[in-house]
Each structure stands twice: as C-alpha cells, then as structure tokens.
C-alpha cells in the first residue's frame, strides 16, 4: 500500500508498436478505463492543494446523514423526486422490491451500507462537492461509495472527480473516482440495476428505462485510522455525482477465504419453490470456524432463503457425514439477499481439513424461476425436487435426487484466522473447463494441493474467480435481465466484487486476454485491460503476479491473427518480468508450459483435452507444478 501508483510501462520495440496504433485504439482503450471506473486511483500522503487550504477553515466534519440534501427517490404513482434535472427519479418500490430499504444495510464488496433513512421531507442522498464526512474512528482497508451520476449534457460518460482521505494522524490520500451515468453506464459494473424510474408527474415508468446505482470502492492505508473523507470534487459543470451511502469495511478483517465462485451470469431455473438445492465445494485452507457467503448478483429483486446448512461431504454423492450444522444469519434460520446484495452466515465451529468436501444446503420456500449463477460448474451439485420441503439437516442425501450443474447464490466459503488468501483471476480454463468432473483438477486445485504438501510454507486459501469463456475488457453476459450467455461480465467489471472484496486476499493471478482476441479486440486493449486490473490490485496492497496465454491452434476461431495477437500480448508480459517498474511481481510463463515443442502455436498433445484451447487433467498439473512456490508465498 505504499507509494505512489505506478502506470504500466510499454518496454522496448513494444513501445513503438504501442504509439504507431491508430489513435481510435487508444481512444478506445482509454474510453474503458473511464468507462469501467476500474482505476480509482490513490496517491499516498498528498500535498495540500490551494482549494483544501481553503478548506481549512471550514468546521470538522459531520456524519454522511448531516449532509443529505437532495431527493431522488420517489414513490410510483406520486413521483416528487428530481434525480437528473429533468423530472426523473429512483423508483422506491423497485429499490424496495431489490431489497434495498430505507435504512436497512446491505453488504456490497463486503462492506455494509445503509440507505439513508428518507420519506416524505426527507432527503436521500447529496450531490458530491467536496463535503467533508466522518466516519466511525477505526482503520479500513476500503471506503466504498453507493453512488451514481448524471449530467445534463447528454454525454454517457458519467462523472469524474477527486476527493481525499484524511487520516487521524494529520495524513491523507487523494482517489480520483470515475462514477458511471445512471442510465447509460454499463450494467455488469453495478451494485445493482433497477427495471425502471419515475418521471415527474407521470403515473407510467419514465421513458429512460432502466437505471443503476454502483459501488464505488476506494483503498484505505490500513495501517492508519481514518479520521474523514472528503467527497470528490466534480468540477465539469454538466455533471452531477450523487452518492446515496457510503461505508468502510474494517482492516482487521478476521476470515479467509478457503473456496469462492463467482456469478457469471443471471439464467432461467427450475422453477425451485419449496425445495433444498444442496451444493458441493472443496476448501484449500483448512479451519474450525467458519461462515458461508451468498449473493444475488445481477438480480432486480430480493431472494428468500428460508434456512440453510453446512456439513462434510461424502466422497461421492449429496449424502454428508455425521449431522448437519444449521447455519444462522443474524441470528435468525431465514435470511433476504437483496439484488446485487451479499449476506454472510453467523460463524458456526465445524473443522475443515484442507482439501475436504463440504456441502452447503439452501431451502428455497418461495418460487425462484431465475437465479445468479456460477454456469460451468465442474462438480454436480444437488436439489430435490419441487414440494419436498426443508431437507437442509437431511443427511442422506436421498430427497436429492436431481443433479444441478452450477452453483446458484453460493459464491464463499470462509474460516477464521486463516493464513491468507491467493486468488486466481481468468477464464475457462481456471475454471476447469473440460477437466475430469468432480476430480478438482483445476489448475488451482492442483497448486493448493502442492502449497499444501510443502514443508515450511504457508497453506493460503487459493480461491478460483475463473469464468468460463470471460473477456478482459468486453462484457459477454451484459450485467442485467435473463440472459443465455453465461461468459459473465467483463474481467475489468467484476474484479472489484470476485478479487479485491476477497476475504484475507493478498495476491492475485491474472491469467486472460485469448476470448478478447479469439472474438476481436486488439491486442493493444488486452494489455491495457490486463494492466487496469494489475494497478487497481496493488492499490488493494496485493501482490499482482500474471501468466503468458496459451497455444490454441487448430481451435476454430484461433486464426493467424489471433496467433499474432497473442504474441503481441505474449511479448509484453515478457518484457515486463524484467520491468522493475512493472505493475506485476513475476510473469508465469504458461505459454512456455503448454506448447508444444515442435508446433509452438498448438498445445502439446499430451495436454490438449481435445478441443486445442483447453489443456486436460495433464496440462493443469504441468501448469501447477510450473509455478515457483517460495515467490508466490513472498
């Protein structure tokens, strides 16, 4: 977390073929970075400019309630709201619909916020100006703003402005934060995406349709408590940046993630009323205390799950070993995840070997016909059948008599004071695309079975945030609605939420870019998306280690120029590993791994799986061992 950021360089004759790219593509390329808002960039300890000197004068600051004065949420039917200077405002049944109400908390990157507590005369939200917030006294790793922007000008671009952290001890930091337009920013970068908004005097939905707020998450030095905030300073006049809450989440965050999925996509199931979905995991660390993380990402509206469970799992099957643990949230058996929302089980003591089998146990009371999924689910997961009731405790496994190939709503497993954290950022082959089923022959899997084995090493949770057939910079699920395209929202988008929010998560593998460039996007863009996420990362204090991409000749659509485009990224990763100013710790060679001698631009043989871009249970291994354990440690 210290020093300034430092931008990706373009080494050697790369450079050169970097600045002879038309300009439209590095138009484009810096257009993503604006749009996706992916570089909240932090600059530690910065000078104080002359309008904070002015500042100075002001009172201290007050708590983020004391400077609501704004409304842009109103009820349908009396729409009195004003959200975007001409009559449109937030739907306050949409927002209660997704679960999202006055004053209740929801957890987004894990980190808990509250709507304000608006109504009738009461405000919900402030137009950000340089207003100075407090917070309660503690050090976070994370501040995260609910927010969205609007601008009377037409232009889709959003909002940008600079705002500062300000420490107890007299230090600071300034973020620069990108904020997306509510109505035409991208829907797979949001906290949540409302179906609709109200127009002024109108008892129909207003013509600008759906609409969206985003969470916008900012590093803190988590070394230091945080005394307040000041919110960013929009200085175009024809926007408008309108935060709705904001929270922190604390750096003495006790849990580490031991197993994780990510939401790739929101589909049609069943529908599932009235049954138990039972679902399979593995953990990588080890732990005795533990608790589950489930989300609704990409939904409009609120989920029930009417009570839950976790237990070691047989070796093969739904049926569990010994009882059931009931989990609790809150206290309480039941529990609403709102859209977009994550809510964590109370802890609960059962001990998890490394490498042991669990099954986590969802009863679905209510009729769900779609659902937030992880899609290409390696491992079979379970579910009874329609009106078979509560089978959480049920130890058998008999009432699961269907098979489920994804993984709905669970998205973490965690435990207690675990040693850490590593996860692996990509595509289908991290997750396992084509591999033997439910042998976790992963790639990941491999390398914590391996961490695990060596004397004198740290056994982290390795945690797989790979989506298959996902894209670094171009969303293929689009982020809103029932979709068929399960290639999940764009690496770039999804980082915040499946890397950086992940509990005890200190280093990060970056291993994509084929999809973008088997589907078209230049190679110049995948370095530029790679190299977004490698400096938002190391903002996060993590390690940023990234890998080659691999041969897939003979795959339909690896053409010549995708072979040139991939040596085109595969020459600059390799020009960075002796960068010392390289945003990324090491470069994997697992091109180097997976070719094949004699054909470089083919998987050799003994690797391929069959289709020429994945490698088998073979190549996964050669992967994993390739990797040099003592450097990934640190």
């Known amino acids: 977390m210290s020093g300034e950021t430092r931008r990706p360089v373009l080494p050697g004759p790369l450079r050169q073929a970097w600045e002879d790219r038309p300009l439209k593509v590095l138009a484009g390329a810096l257009a993503l970075v604006l749009m996706v808002g992916l570089l909240v960039t932090v600059t530690r300890d910065s000078a104080v400019l002359p309008e904070e000197e002015a500042e100075a004068a002001l009172p201290r600051s007050h708590p983020f309630e004391d400077h609501l004065d704004e409304f842009g949420i109103s009820r349908d039917g009396s729409p009195t709201g004003d959200i975007d200077g001409v009559g449109n405002a937030l739907s306050a049944e949409t927002l209660a619909a997704a679960g999202w109400r006055p004053g209740v908390p929801v957890t987004v990157h894990g980190t808990e916020m509250r709507l304000p507590d608006y109504g009738p005369g009461r405000p919900d939200h402030l137009l950000s100006d340089g207003q100075r917030v407090s917070v309660v006294p503690g050090a976070y790793s994370s501040l995260t703003l609910l927010a969205t922007a609007t601008r009377t000008d037409g232009d889709p671009t959003g909002a940008q402005g600079q705002g500062r952290i300000v420490y107890a001890d007299g230090g600071e930091d300034t973020f620069d934060l990108s904020v997306p337009d509510w109505t035409e920013g991208p829907a797979g970068d949001a906290a949540v995406n409302l179906p609709y908004a109200n127009a002024e005097g109108q008892a129909e939905p207003s013509p600008v349709g759906a609409v969206r707020l985003y969470a916008r998450s900012v590093p803190a030095d988590p070394h230091r408590e945080v005394d307040h905030v000041v919110l960013p300073r929009v200085h175009d006049q024809a926007a408008r940046m309108h935060v709705f809450a904001m929270g922190g989440r604390p750096a003495d965050h006790p849990w580490t993630g031991t197993w994780t999925r990510s939401a790739s996509s929101y589909v049609e199931v069943g529908p599932w009323e009235d049954q138990t979905v039972r679902l399979s995991a593995r953990t990588t660390a080890g732990g005795s205390d533990v608790r589950v993380r489930l989300e609704n990402t990409f939904a409009h509206e609120s989920v029930s799950i009417g009570a839950a469970s976790i237990a070691l799992r047989e070796d093969e099957g739904p049926g569990v070993e010994g009882a059931t643990v009931p989990l609790e949230f809150g206290g309480e058996s039941e529990v609403n995840i709102p859209a977009g929302g994550q809510v964590y089980s109370d802890p609960v003591e059962i001990t998890l070997p490394p490498h042991s089998d669990i099954a986590v146990s969802l009863y679905l009371p209510e009729e769900v016909t779609a659902a937030p999924v992880h899609f290409a689910a390696s491992d079979t997961n379970y579910a009874t059948t329609a009106g078979e009731g509560d089978q959480t405790q049920e130890t058998s496994g008999e009432p699961f008599t269907e098979h489920l190939y994804q993984w709905p709503f669970l998205t973490g497993v965690e435990v207690l004071d675990g040693p850490g954290a590593i996860v692996t950022l990509g595509d289908?082959?991290?997750?396992?695309?084509?591999?033997?089923?439910?042998?976790?022959?992963?790639?990941?899997?491999?390398?914590?079975?391996?961490?695990?084995?060596?004397?004198?090493?740290?056994?982290?949770?390795?945690?797989?945030?790979?989506?298959?057939?996902?894209?670094?910079?171009?969303?293929?699920?689009?982020?809103?609605?029932?979709s068929t395209n399960s290639t999940g929202v764009a690496l770039a988008h999804r980082a915040p939420r499946d890397a950086f929010s992940q509990a005890g998560a200190d280093t990060l593998v970056v291993w994509a870019g084929i999809n973008d460039l088997r589907w078209g996007t230049g190679p110049a863009e995948v370095v530029e998306g790679l190299s977004a996420v490698a400096v938002q990362a190391r903002e996060y204090g993590m390690r940023v280690f990234v890998a080659t991409l691999g041969p897939c000749g003979g795959e339909m659509r690896c053409t010549e120029e995708v072979e040139q485009g991939r040596q085109y990224v595969n020459s600059w990763l390799r020009e960075q590993a002796g960068d010392p100013d390289s945003v990324f710790e090491a470069v994997w060679d697992f091109d180097e791994v997976l070719r094949d001698p004699d054909e470089p631009g083919r998987l050799f043989p003994e690797y391929d799986s069959g289709d020429h871009i994945h490698p088998g249970d073979a190549g996964m291994e050669a992967l994993a061992e390739s990797v040099e354990l003592a450097q990934l440690i640190g």
Do not use: C, F, K, M
């Not at 082959?429 to 084509?434: F, L, N, S, Y």
């Not at 945690?463 to 171009?474: E, I, K, Y």
């Open 428 to 482: 289908s082959i991290t997750d396992g695309a084509r591999t033997t089923r439910d042998a976790h022959a992963r790639w990941p899997d491999e390398l914590s079975r391996r961490l695990d084995a060596q004397p004198g090493l740290t056994n982290p949770g390795v945690l797989n945030a790979g989506v298959a057939g996902n894209h670094v910079v171009r969303d293929g699920y689009p982020g809103e609605g029932v």
